[in-house]
């Protein structure tokens, strides 16, 4: 979002009046993400990005890097102003119209078509998570419903062209000075190669092991007891089990 | 003891003796009809094995805990609150694994990563506090290693002189609590073990008998011992080892499964937690009788868990049949960065990897003049403890004597492996390095090198050291009179002339023939060695004595 913002495309765009204050009401339904309401959220980050993407152009602070941004020199009365932006009417009545809504990823209401879990697959995936099973039928028919729903987003996303782009597993720092420091050296093992001693005259190493016992940091996991002592036999943590049935099937 | 126990000298030598006799294609006449049966048999089908092994790392630190992973008698004593997945905590990588599991990667011959990820298995397990345990499914440490198998190793005349076992990934995971039943329906849990750091070993699916299999996890653990990544051996569970097992007919071309880019195989199962060698051998050998035996009776094979245990050796059983199958829902974990390792790290480790026992092998051969039989023996003994004594005390000698070093080599594993190891078992006595010097073991060689001790007399010397005498060698020779103390020239002569005197007959036959009475010679020479004082007279200045006194005139 906000490397799209910062091309220079996108610059003249909101070079506009006409971009209403934070306090109106969007005009679009109520779950409808509008991309003005999003824009009107970011603005500060409107700015940031642009700032990486054209450094150079960082001279000055205040209204005059505005005015060097957006190559207006006009305090507009028709233009709203939003923050540090100010955006054409026309503009303002463009974004006004929300153009998209996540609803087109969710199946449609009246869709009869058959449900794509059944009883068997939602009972398994119940038990694979230690979930109990629904109580009732309405309430199956509801996970049914809401699983098949669910499906149908996903699947909307896989039309997504992924091609050569690495999945994203959490947001990280990537860059190659992270990785950097992130990589292990001979500097950070060099405290455990210290723990090991030569032995022979072949090349062979045996680490130190210490000849009494390490204690551990002074945690002690029966503090988190209820302290009655439920769960635990002397220095054992315990669980029952309940006596399998007999059976001759091994 | 950290490895399996191996019986002291005579029997370890005569059992790697008879697979030196066995590898050179001799065997057996009698073969017993329905032996014979049986091997037709199993020549229609092929076995196949994958083996995946979990071994401890040998570390002073849990995986993603600073929790000490020392052994502990404590139960519950040693753990942080990530290894009991208390809400909130959070993983910390610990670097100080790397260094064994590099170690163990490298010894396999694999290619380090230089990046790799963690992800999360899940299951539910009382030992298991998370719900799942953190591995390296998608991207592991290190890939596409190989380990070689010869008949040295216990290969069977089935496999060939050598095959080569490819292995998939070395990994980095967590191990569970440990568990201990202590009725039929309580466990008891010790969260001591829980997080701590273990490498899978996955191997392709290139074993193809049992005995190749017992000696590839055998070798593995003896791989990893050497480069100091896993101490803990199979019999203290400090490795286990999970076999898959497929058979298929050999003429038949259906059989289409196809596990880690191999194909044409059998549908597999798989049998899990077995903890010795022997289990190994067996464990396959079972399956693979009930899975011809199935399919030859018209059945098909299930893709199923089976277990096996000692009390019934010849059998497997199912544990979990497929509707029962897991679903681990593999996912990246998100809360781990991933882990990079400067290249620097992988060429220190490589360069320094000590080594592994083959390489020993080579060595002794090579450069200390061993047979491949004895040099396995040496190798075998005091978890590599006498192969470190029997080097001190060659390099002692090194200093001594200016000699060529393999015979003198030859000389010191003689007495290293077989004179002393004859006292040790007779005397059932486990050898320790402080039970004879090296600095006197290497003065005894010595001093028979220089033939200042006879035979005889050096062993004598060496039971006087072997029982504890602290006393120098010189010092113990002296006043032990052991040695030896060659006769005189005159003494010689006197000798000679009394048996030339009263076995003149055969005297003048070698006066008159010279070279050609040699077997008078050596009889008159008989004669000389029997009446000389044994312990000192010496056969070639007595036989150069005769020769001197009986040569031809002229000649």
Known sequence: MVGLVGTPGFCTCLDAPGFKGRNRQPEAPKDAVSLRSRLLGHAPLVSIGIQHDHDTMFQKTGPSIRRIIWGTNIKDSNYVQRGPVQIKPEIEAMLAQPSW????????????????????????????SA???????????????????????????QKIDTTNVEPLIAIRDETAEYVDEQKITLETLRPYLEQEEKVGTNGTVRRRKPTKMIASSGWDPFELGDGKETRKKGKFFFVRKEKAPENTSG | MLLEPLPEQAPLRKQLKDAARASRGKHDDEVSERDRVRHERLAQWELTVGIEIHAQLNTSSKLFSRASAEYTDVPNAASWPFDLAVPGSQPLFQPAVLVPAIRAALALKCQIQRRSKFDRKHYFYHDQPAGYQITQYYEPLARDGHLVLTQQDGLGEKDGGKIEIGIKQVQLEQDTAKTQEQDEVTSLIDFNRSGHA??????????????????????????LYAVDAATTGMELGGLRADVNVSVRRLDDNTSNHSYSGVGGLGQRTEIKNLSSFKSVEDAVRAER?????????????????????????????????????????????????????????????????????????????????????????????????????????????????NDV??????????????????????????????????????DLVSLQAQNKLTGPSAKRLLRILFDGDKRSVAEIAEEENLLFMPMTDEEYDALADAVIEANSSEADVVRQNGKQAKGKLKFLLGQMMRQGDRNRIEAQRAERILQTKLSPVGA
Request: hydrophobic content about 35%; glycine content about 6%.
């Open chain 1, 101 to 128: 809504s996540v609803r087109s990823l969710l199946p449609p209401e009246s869709s009869t078509t058959d449900p794509r879990v059944s009883r068997e697959q939602l009972h398994h995936l119940l038990k694979l």
């Open chain 1, 131 to 157: 979930l109990p099973r629904p109580k009732s039928k309405a309430e199956e028919t509801k996970m049914l419903q809401t699983l098949d729903s669910q499906i149908h987003f996903v699947k909307e996303m």
């Open chain 2, 198 to 223: 273990l490498i899978e070993i996955i191997s392709l699916p290139h074993l193809h008998t049992p005995e190749a299999a017992a000696a590839y996890v055998r070798k593995v653990q003896s791989i």
């Open chain 2, 289 to 401: 009788d009930r899975q011809i035996d199935v399919l030859e009776s018209g059945g098909t094979i299930e893709g199923e868990t089976r277990g096996w245990s000692l009390s019934a050796p010849g059998v497997t059983r199912r544990l979990r049949g497929k509707e029962g199958e897991v679903d681990y829902r593999y996912m990246p974990d998100p809360d781990i960065s991933p882990l990079y390792i400067h290249p620097e790290v992988v060429e220190h480790l490589r360069e320094h990897l000590p080594p592994v026992p083959e390489q020993l092998l080579d060595m002794l051969c090579a450069n200390y003049g061993f047979t491949v039989v004895d040099a396995q023996a040496l190798l075998a003994l005091d978890n590599g403890g006498r192969l470190l004594w029997y080097q001190d005390i060659v390099a002692h000698l090194k200093v001594r004597e």
């Open chain 2, 405 to 442: 070093r393999s015979r003198l080599g030859v000389q010191v594993g003689n007495w290293v492996l077989h004179e002393l190891g004859a006292l040790l078992t007779t005397t059932e006595t486990q050898w320790h390095p402080g039970l004879i010097d090296s600095q006197q073991m290497a």
